[in-house]
Antibody, heavy 117, light 107 residues
Framework: QVQLVQSGAEVKKPGASVKLSCKASGYTFTRNAIHWVRQAPGQRLEWMGWINAGNGNTRYSQKFQGRVTITRDTSATTGYMELKNLRSEDTAVYYC??????????WGLGTLVTVSS | DIQMTQSPSTLSVSVGDRVTITCRASQSISSWLAWYQQKPGKAPKLLIYKASSLETGVPSRFSGSGSGTEFTLTISSLQPDDFATYFCQQYNSYPWTFGQGTKVEIK
């Protein structure tokens, strides 16, 4: 069955970077895009960007442009999301999700990132 | 960015009740709308896509309707497993945006 297994919780200081992983299994990795979505405490879900796992093309939300980089390793069937220059407002649960024809049909369990001095 | 507004924010209901949740878009999104269910500590689950198409494996008591700017998620007879938070998401244009969520709780 399709699974997206995300890396463990992170605690970072302001100004640092974090790189999260999302290991995919149960399907042909290169056939679907992977999206990253985050949810800060008490806030709605927020779309960050996606990567075409086949050709590596990416698209980012303007809000995160310049701070976020989404990559993938096809041999490891893993997607990555790096967020730089962290601030306290970046404290959130970060989800990866598979794109199936434009909708997010499978999600990981999420990774909690806490940014605190 | 397209703003998505759900109502109500919270619903207190009983098992067997009919539940209706509304999602409004700040501009037309045609039928490019999805509904998800989320339970605490679990991954969101896709219920409905393209406004009214039921995802494989989702019980038929869930249905979606609407187009343009107004959409509805209906649960025909609420079951114990349905107590959760539901949110809508538009994928008509980037950035994709989500509603703030509707929590369905036990009355």
């Amino acid at each position: 069955q399709v699974q997206l297994v995300q890396s463990g919780a992170e605690v970072k200081k302001p100004g640092a970077s974090v790189k999260l992983s999302c290991k995919a299994s149960g399907y042909t990795f290169t056939r679907n895009a992977i999206h990253w979505v985050r949810q800060a405490p008490g806030q709605r879900l927020e779309w960050m960007g996606w990567i075409n796992a086949g050709n590596g093309n990416t698209r980012y939300s303007q809000k995160f442009q310049g701070r976020v980089t989404i990559t993938r390793d096809t041999s490891a069937t893993t997607g990555y999301m790096e967020l730089k220059n962290l601030r306290s407002e970046d404290t959130a649960v970060y989800y990866c999700a598979r794109d199936d024809g434009g909708t997010l049909d499978k999600w990981g369990l999420g990774t909690l990132v806490t940014v605190s001095s | 960015d397209i703003q998505m507004t759900q109502s109500p924010s919270t619903l207190s209901v009983s098992v067997g009740d009919r539940v209706t949740i509304t999602c409004r878009a700040s501009q037309s999104i045609s039928s490019w709308l999805a509904w998800y269910q989320q339970k605490p500590g679990k991954a969101p689950k896709l219920l409905i896509y393209k406004a009214s198409s039921l995802e494989t494996g989702v019980p038929s008591r869930f249905s979606g309707s609407g187009s343009g700017t107004e959409f509805t998620l209906t649960i025909s007879s609420l079951q114990p497993d349905d107590f959760a938070t539901y949110f809508c998401q538009q994928y008509n244009s980037y950035p994709w945006t989500f509603g703030q969520g509707t929590k369905v709780e036990i009355k």
